[in-house]
């Protein structure tokens, strides 16, 4: 199984993430071993994940994600599904 991870940093910014042990790399992370921005900004918490049965699928997950706006992150995050689909909606 493969994850698409999202962590509440330091100063309450979210970090997006990929790994197939979730456990793992937070403790990656909350060591300094993970990326660069979450040895600057360590994690507080994890906030969600979500699997997938490969790891092509996950990492088109995590790209979509990563491209979110913050209103649309914590949405997922909360499970506000109608928020959610609200903030999707193309404004052009």
């Known amino acids: 199984m493969w994850y698409v991870y999202i962590l509440v940093c330091e ?19 909350s060591a300094g071993k ?17 699997s997938f049965q490969n790891k092509e699928t996950a990492q088109k997950r995590e790209i979509q994600i990563k491209r979110w706006v913050r209103a649309k992150k914590k949405a997922l995050i909360e499970g506000k599904i109608v928020l959610l689909q ?4 193309s404004r052009d």
Not at 17 to 29: K, M, P
């Open 11 to 29: 100063g309450g910014s979210y970090y997006v993430g990929l790994t197939d042990d979730v456990g793992r790399r937070y403790r990656e992370h």
């Open 34 to 50: 993970g990326g660069h921005y979450t040895r600057r900004n360590p994690p507080t918490k994890l906030a969600y994940q979500e």
């Open 86 to 89: 609200q903030l999707s909606i």
